[in-house]
């Protein structure tokens, strides 16, 4: 099972609380994607239950682990462990994506399981597309590289987050997944034009999008992903797909997981906005 | 141009800055925007960091959490954090030695219990994702006479883990599971040894004797069902090998090489 994805295809995102609702009532949706690491098992039901959805739809397979940013020889060893794990479940899944972010997490022999930041230089550039190609070519086959939501910048990036991603995809022929959501809390935060940014990426790498829901505060937009999408990401996610044509598009929701079939009715509005404005444009 | 270590110098500064308020100054300098609003933000990134392992830390540890406490228990995930830090990307993985950190934290010393009843927590997490296995059947034991049964080396099902424990950790686990009906006291001098597998019910826990995780440690250690028997009848003359050999047969713990 590794049949690409339709170009309109749409999805959401699976957590353990929604499975046996999803394998009983089975909704429509053309695919689902699960968080990596949260089957790095050796076996049991929970993997057993992945590979029982795998059998009705399309799995994709979203990491948040690999640090490809690390910048020190000590979290070398930790990268190339999760690679493993990864090419483990990989190999068990067949996967119709295998995607990770644009961040690091471990440094100096910590993990600190978190998606950070860092300088956008022709140094990490040359890092990342390293690591990169490495767990490309381990996986053997292309992964997808999604731009994160960030709360600070650094004095040091010669470049914005979306012309790095563009680099990348000329350097080691990854695809990209973006985050329409990040995208919007990033323009926010740090007062950017989305759509200018938008513009920087090479579209016809974009392989996925995300949408999710925020938290506004007052010191800053923070990516919680635990609420609807909201309208101004739809607007910029309508944007986004009258500029790159239709592209899989996936409901993401990690915390204050709504009943499934509310995650599936977002769903089914993102396929609409797709194809209409798509037909729209044409 | 930056120099050429730069990014491994932007993110020293800001690991320190995630681990301490101290080290948000020395961060500051690598960022661009105002210094006190970019304080600000370090300081959000290191609650999340704090809040993603604490997260983690009360799905594997969810007894020891009700035992002492939400806010107790937060404390120990953050002092268990500082202490021994993550060491890798998969968070499930956090807390594998929360158990000997316990034994010797101070603060703890007052439930001298908490550190075996983490390590029950953290065996039962442990079996529920480890490798599958085929069980042997029932029937398995007729195609044995006893000498060939003393010289048999069975495996056992990866998830199969045995604790030993000067308190009744069995007990205490099983008041705080959902299933459990009624307030039955402990008496904490009442020492358990546990063990813990899964089987199509999920994974199970129970009270075993201490000549019984003789015997399991000993077949777990590669010897024969023999040796183990003996190891076992030594810890105590009146184990039960039938009773023992049945309750592996019903939970499946003997699997097919």
Same mark, same amino acid.
């Given at each position: 099972?590794?049949?690409?994805?339709?170009?309109?295809?749409?999805?959401?995102?699976?957590?353990?609380?929604?499975?046996?609702?999803?394998?009983?009532?089975?909704?429509?949706?053309?695919?689902?994607?699960?968080?990596?690491?949260?089957?790095?098992?050796?076996?049991?039901?929970?993997?057993?239950?992945?590979?029982?959805?795998?059998?009705?739809?399309?799995?994709?397979?979203?990491?948040?682990?690999?640090?490809?940013?690390?910048?020190?020889?000590?979290?070398?060893?930790?990268?190339?462990?999760?690679?493993?794990?990864?090419?483990?479940?990989?190999?068990?899944?067949?996967?119709?994506?295998?995607?990770?972010?644009?961040?690091?997490?471990?440094?100096?022999?910590?993990?600190?399981?978190?998606?950070?930041?860092?300088?956008?230089?022709?140094?990490?550039?040359?890092?990342?597309?390293?690591?990169?190609?490495?767990?490309?070519?381990?996986?053997?086959?292309?992964?997808?590289?999604?731009?994160?939501?960030?709360?600070?910048?650094?004095?040091?990036?010669?470049?914005?987050?979306?012309?790095?991603?563009?680099?990348?995809?000329?350097?080691?022929?990854?695809?990209?997944?973006?985050?329409?959501?990040?995208?919007?809390?990033?323009?926010?935060?740090?007062?950017?034009?989305?759509?200018?940014?938008?513009?920087?990426?090479?579209?016809?790498?974009?392989?996925?999008?995300?949408?999710?829901?925020?938290?506004?505060?007052?010191?800053?937009?923070?990516?919680?992903?635990?609420?609807?999408?909201?309208?101004?990401?739809?607007?910029?996610?309508?944007?986004?797909?009258?500029?790159?044509?239709?592209?899989?598009?996936?409901?993401?929701?990690?915390?204050?997981?709504?009943?499934?079939?509310?995650?599936?009715?977002?769903?089914?509005?993102?396929?609409?906005?797709?194809?209409?404005?798509?037909?729209?444009?044409? | 141009?930056? +120099?050429?270590?730069?990014? =491994?110098? @932007?993110? $020293?500064?800001? %690991?320190?800055?995630?681990? /301490?308020?101290?080290? *948000?100054?020395?961060?500051?300098?690598?960022?661009?925007?105002?210094?006190?609003?970019?304080?600000?933000?370090?300081?959000?990134?290191?609650?999340?960091?704090?809040?993603?392992?604490?997260?983690?830390?009360?799905?594997?540890?969810?007894?020891?959490?009700?035992?002492?406490?939400?806010?107790?228990?937060?404390?120990?995930?953050?002092?268990?954090?500082?202490?021994?830090?993550?060491?890798?990307?998969?968070?499930?993985?956090?807390?594998?030695?929360?158990?000997?950190?316990?034994?010797?934290?101070?603060?703890?010393?007052?439930?001298?219990?908490?550190?075996?009843? +983490?390590?029950?927590?953290? =065996?039962? @997490?442990? $079996?529920?994702? %480890?490798?599958?296995?085929? /069980?042997?059947?029932? *029937?398995?034991?007729?195609?044995?006479?006893?000498?060939?049964?003393?010289?048999?080396?069975?495996?056992?099902?990866?998830?199969?883990?045995?604790?030993?424990?000067?308190?009744?950790?069995?007990?205490?686990?099983?008041?705080?599971?959902?299933?459990?009906?009624?307030?039955?006291?402990?008496?904490?001098?009442?020492?358990?040894?546990?063990?813990?597998?899964?089987?199509?019910?999920?994974?199970?826990?129970?009270?075993?004797?201490?000549?019984?995780?003789?015997?399991?440690?000993?077949?777990?250690?590669?010897?024969?069902?023999?040796?183990?028997?003996?190891?076992?009848?030594?810890?105590?003359?009146?184990?039960?090998? $039938?009773?023992?050999?049945?309750?592996?047969?019903?939970?499946?713990?003997?699997?097919?090489?």
């Amino acid at each position: 099972m590794k049949h690409a994805l339709a170009a309109d295809a749409a999805g959401i995102g699976l957590r353990a609380p929604h499975l046996r609702d999803l394998l009983e009532t089975r909704p429509a949706l053309d695919f689902v994607e699960v968080h990596s690491e949260n089957y790095f098992h050796a076996g049991g039901p929970a993997l057993a239950g992945l590979l029982q959805v795998r059998e009705h739809y399309p799995v994709s397979l979203h990491g948040v682990g690999l640090s490809l940013a690390s910048g020190d020889a000590a979290s070398t060893p930790m990268i190339d462990a999760h690679l493993e794990s990864l090419a483990a479940l990989v190999e068990r899944v067949e996967p119709v994506l295998v995607s990770e972010h644009l961040c690091w997490g471990a440094f100096g022999g910590h993990h600190f399981n978190d998606l950070l930041p860092f300088p956008y230089s022709t140094e990490a550039l040359a890092l990342v597309a390293a690591r990169v190609t490495r767990v490309q070519e381990r996986l053997g086959r292309r992964i997808l590289i999604e731009n994160i939501s960030a709360y600070v910048q650094f004095a040091g990036s010669e470049m914005s987050e979306c012309e790095f991603l563009a680099a990348l995809v000329a350097r080691t022929g990854c695809g990209l997944l973006l985050d329409v959501n990040n995208l919007y809390v990033n323009a926010c935060n740090f007062d950017f034009d989305p759509h200018a940014e938008l513009a920087r990426l090479p579209g016809e790498a974009v392989a996925e999008i995300h949408l999710a829901g925020h938290s506004v505060t007052e010191l800053c937009r923070i990516d919680t992903h635990d609420a609807p999408v909201c309208d101004a990401v739809w607007s910029l996610y309508e944007d986004a797909v009258v500029r790159l044509g239709p592209r899989p598009t996936l409901i993401e929701r990690d915390a204050k997981l709504p009943p499934l079939a509310e995650l599936v009715a977002e769903r089914d509005r993102a396929a609409l906005a797709m194809a209409r404005r798509c037909k729209e444009a044409a | 141009m930056t +120099a050429p270590d730069a990014l =491994a110098n @932007a993110q $020293a500064a800001f %690991a320190e800055a995630l681990q /301490s308020a101290k080290g *948000e100054e020395v961060a500051t300098r690598f960022l661009a925007g105002d210094a006190e609003r970019n304080r600000a933000l370090l300081a959000l990134y290191r609650g999340n960091v704090v809040a993603n392992h604490t997260g983690a830390m009360t799905n594997s540890f969810l007894v020891l959490r009700q035992v002492v406490g939400e806010e107790f228990f937060d404390g120990l995930a953050r002092a268990y954090r500082r202490e021994r830090p993550s060491r890798g990307g998969n968070l499930d993985e956090a807390g594998e030695d929360f158990a000997s950190f316990l034994a010797g934290f101070e603060p703890a010393r007052e439930l001298p219990y908490l550190a075996d009843l +983490a390590a029950l927590e953290w =065996a039962v @997490a442990r $079996a529920w994702r %480890a490798a599958d296995a085929a /069980s042997v059947a029932s *029937e398995w034991l007729s195609g044995f006479d006893m000498e060939s049964l003393a010289a048999a080396r069975p495996s056992l099902q990866p998830a199969f883990q045995v604790l030993g424990s000067e308190w009744p950790i069995v007990q205490i686990w099983r008041q705080h599971q959902a299933f459990h009906e009624g307030g039955l006291a402990i008496r904490l001098e009442e020492a358990e040894c546990a063990c813990v597998w899964r089987d199509a019910q999920g994974v199970g826990v129970a009270a075993i004797t201490p000549a019984e995780r003789a015997f399991w440690l000993s077949l777990g250690a590669g010897e024969t069902i023999g040796a183990a028997l003996q190891v076992a009848v030594q810890t105590d003359s009146n184990f039960d090998f $039938a009773a023992c050999l049945g309750f592996a047969l019903q939970h499946g713990l003997i699997c097919h090489a």
